[in-house]
């Protein structure tokens, strides 16, 4: 293979491998449907060599089908180390990869594929009937399961490959998780991710002597992009699960006695909640990272007693900066639980005010963004792109507050303030106020339409325990401003997430709103 420029994510494998060629670079194992205790269906093992003569062999499976450098290759998948492989032999030969959410539907899926151009669709057995039901023609001209990928990339020769990519070339259009709008594909290259690693690495203490549970999705950019890649680059032990199944984790992380994971809150809140947590000895769990969405501040206390031994972080950020801009350090959490931290290595942010002013300190505003970490852009909307950037700042739609040592406290997203009576809420701070009540397992705020108030504060409560919707309203009026405590309480049996764990309050919105079945 051409290593002329020799800096791009397949690299990085690739040297990890020549430095520690037999370390166990990757175990993945995946339980049979409906079961979390018995012996694993899939159980495989793979050193740093063995993984880095696999990515190369599918990478010469995926060119002897016709495809070609900047062609997009769709990727449907749960976890599995196929689905790795398929990442890594793309950037290996300069093809860009599209992950898709594993519980898209027929149309999502459509619209992915379409909107990317994608040439070729790589999926998981079990999605056969979805992927049989897009229609033929377009530019979609290869079809083929993650089983097929693996079986070539497990076995035989290591070919010469002439085929390579520069570091500025797209590796992968990361669309973003349309919680408010239709997702766009940001356009994130070679150059940009391995910035986002080494900021990873730096800001999050990962070492090589760590070995990560990666439970997350992959075709999320925070399981993949902040801890499987950067755990590679960096040589460590890799542990990677389907799903984070509360019993799976816990067993694992006690059994096994890995020393680093992340998860949402809603993952963390679900692990704290399991009947399992009291009794598992997780002593040797060294780093609980944190984010994709705001943890409630009396889960954070919750879990930092439970686990007085575990350095915290928060990992702040969103897909189109690769995704981490800030991180909340261990020693820092003490004397600012709630806040997001500050920047990490290659991320310098500003922080303006609604008037287009700086923000001083204390002042609510909008963060942005300039690093190397950037994407270039959405794919095929430009219109979209222009709107997202002020000359090379990225405006990323969240509201912050920055104090003078430069530490972020998060508001909300500017789509998710709520504008009752002309007077902003921020969703966050009711929800922080829920949750601290004993009975709530699970909160969302939203607004609703009001004739009198432009948008009523509104509930949507998971109960841990029985309890009724004044209980909670009483509740939160003695902790919050009139203005601010919920004009309703609905219940639900769960809140609608994405498989990152992040709320979809957009969904949430459409129920309430009468346009979704209720709850």
Known sequence: ????????????????????????????????????????????????????????????????????????????????????????????????????????????????????????LLYDDEYADLVAALPAGGPLRHRATMTELLTVAQDGPVPVLLTFAPDHDLVQLLYTSGTTAAPKGAMMTHRALLHEYLSAITALDLRETDRLLHALPLYHSAQLHVFLLPGLMLGCE????????????????????????FAPPTVWAALTAHPDFAAADLGHLEKAYYGASVMPAPVLERLRTALPGTGFYNAFGQSEVGPLATVLRPEEHDARPTSAGRTVLFVEARVVRPDGRPAGPGEIGEIQYRSPQLCTGYWDKPEETAAAFDADWFRSGDLVRRDA????????????????????????????????????????????????????VTAVVVARTPVAEGELIDWARERLPAHKTPKAVHFADGLPKNASGKVLKRELREQLTGSQQPF
């Not at 205790?37 to 016709?66: C, F, I, K, M, N």
């Not at 890799?238 to 994971?261: G, H, K, M, W, Y």
């Not at 997203?413 to 701070?429: A, Q």
Request: proline letters at 5%.
């Open 405 to 456: 040592e430069g530490y972020v406290q998060v508001v909300d997203r500017l789509k998710d303030v709520i504008n009752t009576g002309g007077v902003l809420v921020s969703s966050r701070e009711v929800e922080d106020v829920l949750y601290a009540h004993p009975a709530v397992a699970e909160a969302a705020v939203v607004g609703v339409p009001h004739p009198k108030w432009i948008e009523a």
């Open 238 to 261: 890799n542990r990677l699960i389907q799903a984070p199944d509360p019993a799976t984790v816990l067993r694992l992380l006690t059994t096994e006695r890995l020393t680093s994971f």
């Open 1 to 120: 293979m051409n290593h002329r420029h020799g800096n791009t994510v397949a690299d990085a494998l690739r040297r990890s491998a020549a430095r520690t060629p037999d370390r166990r670079a990757l175990h993945f194992t995946a339980q049979a449907s409906g079961t979390s205790q018995a012996a694993p269906a899939v159980d495989r093992s793979w050193t740093y060599r063995e993984l880095d003569h696999a990515v190369t062999r599918a990478a010469a499976h995926l060119l002897a089908r016709g495809l070609r450098p900047g062609d997009r290759v769709a990727a449907l998948g749960r976890n599995s180390d196929a689905y790795l492989l398929l990442f890594l032999a793309c950037a290996r030969v300069g093809l860009v990869h599209v992950p898709v959410n594993y519980n898209a539907t027929a149309a999502e899926l459509r619209y992915f594929t379409e909107q990317s151009g994608s040439a070729a």
